[in-house]
T-cell receptor, first 115, second 108 residues
Framework: DSGVTQTPKHLITATGQRVTLRCSPR?????VYWYQQSLDQGLQFLIQ???????AKGNILERFSAQQFPDLHSELNLSSLELGDSALYFC??????????????FGPGTRLTVL | EDQVTQSPEALRLQEGESSSLNCSYT??????LFWYRQDPGKGPEFLFT???AGEEKEKERLKATLTKKESFLHITAPKPEDSATYLC?????????FGKGTSLLVTP
């Protein structure tokens, strides 16, 4: 158990819908990262937040957004869902911010299925 | 641009048959090379971080090594419970840049 929690574990929805994925980082960690894992693309970085502020963006679609709240939990919002958004979504957390080499610890993931 | 390439894509071993997984990388300035283990449908589990050429780290039957161009994950006398996908990643300054992984199957 990494100490990172994610809810829900599974999510099944229809095209065009909007969903919210939730992540709670390890106690004491200030950074939260979101990754998407699909069969053909592997693990892809989406976005990072540090202590409530967006710090870095990766291959995140405009239909996707995220935020980190004062209690440091984070939410990833996916809208206008398409079949190709079906994937595993992972949250990771670490203590330090950008430029550090600290370890990222991953949560158990949310499996999103878009029908 | 940082790149990570893992080989082989899949590896099947008999229990007790030692082998190595390869991670080739190109990076402008190494800020850490990470190894993770991932079981099907689960989140990646941290194994090792290596920072400089010549560095080695061990954990049970696993040993990770690093050169200026490659990292190896050596598995000694593997057991069926070592079956998983092993992921290599570079720290790009803010995120991890992952390879596609090596899927390892250890049969009794």
């Amino acid at each position: 158990d990494s100490g990172v929690t994610q809810t829900p574990k599974h999510l099944i929805t229809a095209t065009g819908q909007r969903v919210t994925l939730r992540c709670s980082p390890r106690s004491g960690d200030l950074s939260v990262y979101w990754y998407q894992q699909s069969l053909d693309q592997g693990l892809q970085f989406l976005i990072q937040y540090y202590n409530g502020e967006e710090r870095a963006k990766g291959n995140i679609l405009e239909r996707f957004s995220a935020q980190q709240f004062p209690d440091l939990h984070s939410e990833l919002n996916l809208s206008s869902l398409e079949l190709g958004d079906s994937a595993l979504y992972f949250c990771a957390s670490s203590f330090l911010a950008r430029g550090s080499t600290d370890t990222q610890y991953f949560g158990p993931g949310t499996r999103l299925t878009v029908l | 641009e940082d790149q990570v390439t893992q080989s082989p894509e899949a590896l099947r071993l008999q229990e007790g048959e030692s082998s190595s997984l390869n991670c080739s990388y190109t990076v402008s300035g190494l800020r850490g090379l990470f190894w993770y283990r991932q079981d099907p449908g689960k989140g990646p589990e941290f194994l090792f971080t290596l920072y400089s050429a010549g560095e080695e780290k061990e954990k049970e039957r696993l040993k990770a090594t690093l050169t200026k161009k490659e990292s190896f994950l050596h598995i000694t006398a593997p057991k069926p419970e070592d079956s998983a996908t092993y992921l290599c990643a570079l720290n790009s300054g803010y995120a991890l840049n992952f390879g596609k992984g090596t899927s390892l199957l250890v049969t009794p």
